[in-house]
């Protein structure tokens, strides 16, 4: 018996085997063909100014070996792999590492990103950690707020907002502008740029609320660049694209950060070093992203956050319990728009020039596909989302010994737009609904049940 | 709840045009205090769309839609409030609002108009439990302070939210919900979920219940169960209850006034025996055999 089931699996291998390599053989024909003309030939012009057609077969050959041999494993390894996975019943119980995973992953984060400057310096060195503190930890943790804040909009309240960078923008020009001519201090701009910022939100939410899904889409985008170019236009506010430069940096109570003898190394007796801003930056942004996380989740457990995922459920049964879906989808734009003013007045503060380049549509785009890769209205989906995304794009900064490999004209940043689209394909391909593709109840008698996301809508604006 | 003769909602020549299309024609009629009344009649006689000129969903293109709660007294009030151009009034012994001039928040939210939808329309994604806090939006906003004591976390709020949930747990108890009360409400099997649509309107504490098919896709077993909670919610809450229902098991068994209607127009008004027994019922609802046609018509003044 046992010799005969031995031997069927290893006609079945067999069988797999010769599927996958006509499927293998297929795909490398379709890819010849394809690639023929394009990678195949390639036209040079010579040292005579003549226009020559070149062959390329090495280079040929290695794609379609390469599209061959990826279709041969797919077929022969992953797709009966993802074939068993589908067969498995879907309740199983929860194995207990995920338990204390999910028990422990939050508190052992936020620790991690507390201690990330220490640990960096120990690990680097003074010089070497500016680099992985500012490149790495702030500007992760100012897209991973951004993202927090547009999530209110789009994934807890289910409206597509494509000019979210119109908010961000109003935050760092409020910063720049009552700085730079009144003198104001960091402190006081702060929560004046997130009012500022809500005050625009609610302005650009009376006119375009009433409209739903794709053409609240286009409205928002519309939205997003009416304020760019009026910050191009308006010169004598703005100073167009040459835009706002010596920005006041913020102060440590008061204690300037710079080498002076009143400066934070003198009057803490430290020698001077520049990485003194960088790290008091970097626990700015980890407070007032973690207040944007807080605030969100706390948010959610009120009415008012309850109200935004039911109009993002079904609006028309919110407005038959009496819920005035106006004001309440005005209240999740301010309140996002609030947290993008926020993250806005702290990029004028760290970078200390700011121009309308900061502020285009690639932006928004940036931190809506942030949103949606997390999964919407997830918190920790959007943190992961945000790290892979921004980290990624600095890990490519950062291959420089590819330049080795590939030439001194490589660059690596330049295939950032690529890798993104195809992490954006997979992502779509494995997890339609985002990383994190469950919603947590708000609120519960007995036990706390994740909801598979399939039950829950996106929301049509 | 006794019934007495005071309305609780007096429709008056309610007539709604789309465009040429006349959906509802002059419709008058009235739902008492403590009754229930089921609007009957053919597909497309227009039904829905009177519940969604009641409900503020649609704004009529005619007609007085009144409603009261309280002291009959303040129906004295309806000429003058009709006349001065306000949404309503509210006074110590009672209210009494215009639903023509809400917009549909308002109705549920001041008139306290409560709804169910033809097609169950719930909050899928959500649980049964948060599906009715949802419900109690309006009071639990005021308790947060508008969010604001909320997100400090102020203990008024803390108390409200336990009062609303009390009353959640209360309604998913009375319809048998409440074992289910942590699972998302698509999971739901149909009766269920309508259920739970019937117990997120109870949640807004309504005086008018206004329930469209409640009935529609339930086993036998499951509509004579519906019945009994419509009596009991009629007999032990001060609420009275409109429905739509094509299902005659209920709509014989539990109203104790029948509206009906035949394209857009109303052909009969009264207690079920009688709308039972009319000839014009008869032949709009169910037709008549052939040989009988020319008697009918004759009957119904052809």
Same mark, same amino acid.
């Given at each position: 018996?046992?010799?005969?089931?031995?031997?069927?699996?290893?006609?079945?291998?067999?069988?797999?085997?010769?599927?996958?390599? @006509?499927?293998?053989?297929?795909?490398?024909?379709?890819?010849?063909?394809?690639?023929?003309? #394009?990678?195949?030939? *390639?036209?040079?012009?010579?040292?005579?100014? *003549?226009?020559?057609?070149?062959? @390329?077969?090495?280079?040929?050959?290695?794609?379609?070996?390469?599209?061959?041999?990826?279709?041969?494993?797919?077929?022969?390894?992953?797709?009966?792999?993802?074939?068993?996975?589908?067969?498995?019943?879907?309740?199983?119980?929860?194995?207990?590492?995920?338990?204390?995973?999910?028990?422990?992953?939050?508190? !052992?984060?936020?620790?991690?990103?507390?201690?990330?400057?220490?640990?960096?310096? #120990?690990?680097?060195?003074? &010089?070497?950690?500016?680099?992985?503190?500012?490149?790495?930890?702030?500007?992760?943790?100012?897209?991973?707020?951004?993202?927090?804040?547009?999530?209110?909009?789009? &994934?807890?309240?289910?409206?597509?907002?494509?000019?979210?960078?119109?908010?961000?923008?109003?935050?760092?020009?409020?910063?720049?502008?009552?700085?730079?001519?009144?003198?104001?201090?960091?402190?006081?701009?702060?929560?004046?740029?997130?009012?500022?910022?809500?005050?625009?939100?609610?302005?650009?939410?009376?006119?375009?609320?009433?409209?739903?899904?794709?053409?609240?889409?286009?409205?928002?985008?519309?939205?997003?660049?009416?304020?760019?170019?009026?910050?191009?236009?308006?010169?004598?506010?703005?100073?167009?694209?040459?835009?706002?430069?010596?920005?006041?940096?913020?102060?440590?109570?008061?204690?300037?950060?710079?080498?002076?003898?009143?400066?934070?190394?003198?009057?803490? &007796?430290?020698?001077?070093?520049?990485?003194?801003?960088?790290? !008091?930056?970097?626990?700015?942004?980890?407070?007032?992203?973690?207040?944007?996380?807080?605030? %969100?989740?706390?948010?959610?457990?009120?009415?008012?956050?309850?109200?935004?995922?039911?109009?993002?459920?079904?609006?028309?049964?919110?407005?038959?319990?009496?819920?005035?879906?106006?004001?309440?989808?005005? %209240?999740?734009?301010?309140? &996002?728009?609030?947290?993008?003013?926020?993250?806005?007045?702290?990029?004028?503060?760290? *970078?200390?020039?700011?121009?309308?380049?900061?502020?285009?549509?690639?932006?928004?785009?940036?931190?809506?596909?942030?949103?949606?890769?997390?999964?919407?209205?997830?918190?920790?989906?959007?943190?992961?989302?945000?790290?892979?995304?921004?980290?990624?794009?600095?890990?490519? @900064?950062?291959? %420089? !010994?590819?330049?080795?490999?590939?030439?001194?004209?490589?660059?690596?940043?330049?295939?950032?737009?690529?890798?993104?689209?195809?992490?954006?394909?997979?992502?779509?391909?494995?997890?339609?609904?985002?990383?994190?593709?469950?919603?947590?109840?708000?609120?519960?008698?007995?036990? @706390?049940?994740?909801?598979?996301?399939?039950?829950?809508?996106?929301?049509?604006? | 709840?006794?019934?007495?003769?005071?309305?609780?909602?007096?429709?008056?020549?309610?007539?709604?045009?789309?465009?040429?299309?006349?959906?509802?024609?002059? =419709?008058?009629?009235?739902?008492?205090?403590?009754?229930?009344?089921? =609007?009957?009649?053919?597909?497309?006689?227009?039904?829905?769309?009177? /519940?969604? $000129?009641?409900?503020?969903?649609?704004?009529?293109?005619?007609?007085?839609?009144?409603?009261?709660?309280?002291?009959?007294?303040?129906?004295?009030?309806?000429?003058?409030?009709?006349?001065?151009?306000?949404?309503?009034?509210?006074?110590?012994?009672?209210?009494? /609002?215009?639903?023509?001039?809400?917009?549909?928040?308002?109705?549920?939210?001041?008139?306290?108009?409560?709804?169910?939808?033809?097609?169950?329309?719930?909050?899928?994604?959500?649980?049964?439990?948060?599906?009715?806090?949802?419900?109690?939006?309006?009071?639990? +906003?005021?308790?947060?302070? /508008?969010?604001?004591?909320?997100?400090?976390?102020?203990?008024?709020?803390?108390?409200?939210?336990?009062?609303?949930?009390?009353?959640?747990?209360?309604?998913?108890?009375?319809?048998? =919900?409440?074992?289910?009360?942590?699972?998302?409400?698509?999971?739901?099997?149909?009766?269920?979920?309508?259920?739970?649509?019937?117990?997120?309107?109870? $949640?807004?504490?309504?005086?008018?219940?206004?329930?469209?098919?409640?009935?529609?896709?339930?086993?036998?077993?499951?509509?004579?169960?519906?019945?009994?909670?419509?009596?009991?919610?009629?007999?032990?809450?001060?609420?009275?209850?409109?429905?739509?229902?094509?299902? +005659?098991?209920?709509?014989?068994?539990?109203?104790?006034?029948?509206?009906?209607?035949?394209?857009?127009?109303?052909?009969?008004?009264?207690?079920?025996?009688?709308?039972?027994?009319?000839?014009?019922?008869?032949?709009?609802?169910?037709?008549?055999?052939?040989?009988?046609?020319?008697?009918?018509?004759?009957?119904?003044?052809?």
């Amino acid at each position: 018996m046992q010799a005969g089931a031995q031997g069927g699996r290893v006609q079945d291998l067999r069988v797999d085997a010769v599927r996958a390599l @006509r499927d293998a053989v297929f795909t490398g024909v379709v890819t010849f063909g394809l690639l023929l003309p #394009l990678i195949g030939f *390639e036209t040079v012009t010579n040292i005579r100014d *003549e226009l020559t057609l070149t062959t @390329r077969w090495p280079l040929l050959a290695a794609a379609v070996v390469i599209a061959a041999a990826g279709r041969f494993v797919y077929s022969f390894a992953i797709a009966p792999w993802i074939a068993r996975r589908a067969q498995r019943p879907s309740s199983r119980p929860i194995p207990a590492w995920r338990y204390y995973f999910k028990k422990w992953f939050v508190p !052992f984060a936020i620790g991690f990103v507390i201690a990330y400057p220490v640990l960096v310096i #120990l690990a680097v060195g003074w &010089g070497g950690a500016l680099r992985w503190v500012d490149n790495f930890g702030i500007q992760i943790l100012i897209y991973m707020m951004l993202g927090w804040g547009l999530n209110i909009v789009v &994934g807890l309240a289910g409206l597509l907002d494509l000019g979210y960078v119109a908010f961000y923008a109003v935050g760092a020009y409020s910063y720049a502008l009552l700085a730079k001519n009144f003198g104001l201090s960091f402190w006081v701009l702060l929560p004046l740029a997130g009012i500022l910022s809500s005050f625009w939100g609610v302005l650009l939410g009376f006119p375009v609320l009433r409209l739903r899904g794709d053409y609240l889409a286009i409205v928002t985008l519309a939205f997003g660049e009416i304020i760019r170019l009026i910050i191009i236009n308006w010169t004598a506010l703005t100073n167009g694209y040459a835009g706002i430069t010596g920005i006041p940096r913020p102060t440590f109570f008061g204690i300037p950060f710079n080498a002076d003898d009143n400066g934070f190394a003198a009057v803490f &007796g430290l020698e001077f070093r520049p990485l003194y801003r960088v790290l !008091f930056l970097y626990y700015i942004i980890l407070a007032l992203g973690l207040l944007t996380c807080f605030v %969100t989740m706390r948010l959610r457990r009120l009415p008012v956050g309850r109200a935004w995922e039911a109009l993002r459920e079904d609006q028309i049964a919110c407005r038959s319990l009496g819920i005035n879906t106006t004001n309440t989808k005005l %209240t999740a734009f301010a309140m &996002g728009a609030m947290f993008a003013g926020f993250a806005g007045s702290f990029f004028a503060a760290r *970078e200390a020039f700011i121009s309308p380049e900061s502020f285009t549509f690639i932006e928004s785009a940036t931190v809506l596909s942030i949103v949606v890769l997390g999964g919407m209205g997830s918190q920790i989906g959007v943190a992961i989302a945000a790290i892979a995304m921004i980290g990624g794009t600095e890990i490519l @900064r950062q291959l %420089t !010994f590819l330049k080795q490999i590939f030439g001194p004209t490589f660059d690596p940043t330049q295939y950032r737009m690529l890798l993104f689209g195809l992490a954006m394909v997979l992502i779509m391909i494995w997890r339609p609904r985002g990383l994190i593709a469950t919603r947590e109840p708000s609120v519960f008698l007995k036990e @706390r049940k994740a909801i598979s996301v399939d039950l829950v809508k996106e929301g049509h604006g | 709840m006794a019934q007495d003769a005071s309305p609780v909602l007096r429709v008056e020549h309610l007539t709604m045009r789309f465009g040429g299309l006349v959906a509802i024609d002059d =419709l008058s009629f009235e739902v008492r205090r403590g009754g229930i009344a089921a =609007l009957i009649g053919p597909n497309g006689a227009g039904k829905t769309t009177v /519940f969604n $000129c009641i409900t503020g969903f649609y704004r009529p293109t005619e007609g007085r839609l009144a409603l009261h709660r309280g002291d009959a007294a303040v129906w004295s009030a309806l000429e003058d409030l009709t006349a001065s151009g306000k949404r309503g009034v509210v006074r110590p012994d009672g209210a009494l /609002f215009l639903l023509e001039r809400m917009p549909d928040y308002l109705v549920a939210q001041q008139a306290r108009v409560a709804r169910t939808f033809q097609n169950i329309r719930l909050f899928s994604g959500m649980t049964v439990l948060e599906n009715l806090l949802v419900a109690q939006h309006n009071r639990l +906003m005021l308790a947060s302070g /508008f969010t604001f004591l909320g997100v400090l976390g102020f203990p008024s709020y803390a108390a409200a939210e336990r009062a609303a949930l009390d009353k959640a747990r209360f309604w998913l108890d009375r319809f048998a =919900l409440i074992e289910r009360a942590d699972d998302p409400a698509g999971e739901l099997p149909y009766g269920a979920q309508r259920r739970l649509e019937v117990a997120r309107a109870m $949640c807004t504490d309504p005086v008018l219940l206004c329930l469209d098919e409640p009935a529609a896709g339930l086993n036998p077993r499951e509509s004579a169960e519906l019945n009994e909670l419509l009596l009991r919610i009629r007999s032990d809450h001060d609420v009275s209850i409109l429905l739509i229902e094509h299902d +005659m098991s209920v709509v014989m068994n539990i109203s104790d006034h029948i509206v009906v209607l035949d394209y857009g127009v109303k052909i009969a008004d009264g207690a079920p025996e009688a709308v039972r027994n009319d000839a014009k019922v008869i032949a709009a609802y169910l037709g008549v055999a052939d040989e009988d046609v020319a008697h009918v018509e004759a009957a119904v003044g052809l």
